[in-house]
């Protein structure tokens, strides 16, 4: 039998990415199992549907650091204790800094990212791609680098930019789309 590649997921909120991914772990042949959910949020929702699940959870909280370094020394020390082939960025609300990306294997971290980058980096994706008239909108699952949604794109799924959308409603029609392209990514991962 194949090994399965061993996931950290990150989460910052209600964790609906990390959702998708472990109910793709669940089948018998996907590729890959959450070794461990991971939160800067002590208060993340997601939190309590891991617990549920069984997965082991670790919080370590970015308010409770003086600076970026110690918060992301103390991640990293964390995830010593799991042998983790692939970190997961599933609505994890901070950007890594180029030396914690630098202490893991190259594409070893992705990232879902609501755009078909590179258009639209950063914040407030789905209002800009509307602004500027586009008819496609979307998500990409993509490497980390130490440039924000920067990395090279594993894959995108695409939802078209509907007259009446709103970045409410263009939000809703993205996210069933992220759900399905996360567990994809990671299957494409573990297959190359």
Not at 82 to 101: N, T
Not at 121 to 134: C, F, M, N, P, Y
Not at 142 to 165: A, F, K, N, S
Request: one cysteine or more.
């Amino acid at each position: 039998m194949m090994k399965k590649l061993k996931l950290a997921v990150f989460i910052s909120g209600r964790g609906s990415n990390m959702r998708s991914i472990v109910q793709a772990c669940a089948e018998a042949d996907f590729p890959a199992e959450v070794s461990v959910v991971v939160s800067n949020n002590p208060d993340a929702a997601g939190l309590d549907f891991a617990k549920e699940n069984g997965l082991a959870c670790v919080v370590v909280d970015h308010k409770s650091f003086h600076g970026k370094a110690a918060f992301e020394n103390a991640i990293y020390d964390a995830l010593q204790d799991y042998d983790i082939d692939l970190i997961c960025l599933a609505g994890f609300m901070r950007i890594l800094s180029a030396d914690f990306i630098a202490r893991w294997p190259a594409n070893s971290i992705i990232n879902i990212h609501p755009s078909l980058l590179p258009d639209y980096k950063g914040l407030d994706t789905h209002q800009r791609a509307i602004d500027d008239g586009r008819d496609q909108g979307g998500c990409s699952v993509h490497y980390v680098t130490p440039e924000v949604d920067g990395g090279d794109v594993i894959l995108q799924r695409v939802v078209p930019i509907l007259p009446d959308d709103d970045a409410d409603s263009l939000a809703e029609r993205v996210l069933p789309e992220e759900h399905i392209a996360y567990p994809e990514a990671i299957r494409l991962i573990a297959a190359s």
